[in-house]
């Protein structure tokens, strides 16, 4: 029987610009006696990770486009927000309600461009955080310093909850990847003795199990060891070997 285990390491505290995830990782996973093995994967809020790289923007000072005042008449949400949402995307592709879907710089469609106000501070300092600028090199700095640090070869997955235009709530997928296949492809047979091939995203599947540990508000568990995966081991991978650019018809 295949044994898969997710542990949410514990007692992360409140992660500030500057700070070293690889460290903190393995400091806590060595205070709470968690062994990081070989072939184990480290999933992370990308949160954190844009916290500690400063990908944050204070919208007090941010000067709202025309564009944007438009887009805030029709969702509600601050001319501010809205002006990041621009700035952070190569594309409006849909706007319904409150959410305005886009195309983001990295090519992930997800609502707001990735941009995020929950745990970053309070109403008053009206700090936002933007995604990682290249989370597949943030995943794979963070990988290289564990295994520089441990003497093992580990994946790291960073993932972020994300909203999708064409289904009702949100879901965490996998926005940066190191060490770990994006798309494993497998040839087999169904039950029946049929040919069957398969293409899964593997490193998403991970990534959603792992946001149930990690929770939305204040769980604090942004951080998740996975062991008994099985997973194809690559050094050059891309989180855009899982994207599909295709093209949603313009609503706004």
Not at 203 to 231: C, F, H, R, T, W
């Amino acid at each position: 029987m295949t044994k898969i285990e997710y542990i949410a390491i514990p007692d992360i505290p409140i992660v500030n610009i500057g700070d070293d995830i690889a460290q903190i990782i393995v400091n806590n996973c060595s205070e709470s006696n968690i062994q990081i093995c070989d072939g184990d994967i480290i999933v992370i809020a990308q949160k954190i990770v844009s916290i500690s790289e400063n990908a944050i923007v204070n919208l007090n000072h941010v000067v709202p486009s025309k564009k944007a005042i438009e887009i805030s008449k029709l969702t509600g949400r601050s001319p501010e927000e809205c002006q990041v949402f621009i700035d952070e995307s190569t594309e409006i592709l849909e706007i319904s309600g409150r959410h305005v879907v886009t195309r983001h710089k990295n090519g992930y469609v997800c609502t707001s461009a990735g941009v995020d106000k929950s745990n970053v501070s309070d109403k008053k300092n009206r700090l936002v955080t933007l995604l990682p600028k290249n989370p597949d090199d943030s995943a794979q700095k963070i990988r290289l310093a564990i295994k520089k640090m441990l003497d093992v070869d580990i994946a790291v997955i960073i993932n972020d909850t994300m909203g999708k235009p064409y289904r009702r709530g949100a879901i965490s997928e996998s926005i940066g990847i190191a060490g770990i296949k994006a798309l494993e492809e497998k040839e087999s047979q169904d039950l029946f003795g049929n040919p069957s091939k398969s293409q899964v995203a593997l490193v998403d599947e991970i990534a959603a199990a792992s946001a149930i540990l990690m929770g939305e508000s204040d769980e604090q568990n942004p951080i998740v060891l996975v062991k008994g995966v099985q997973y194809t081991r690559v050094e050059n991978t891309s989180i855009h070997d899982l994207l599909k650019y295709f093209f949603l018809p313009l609503c706004y």
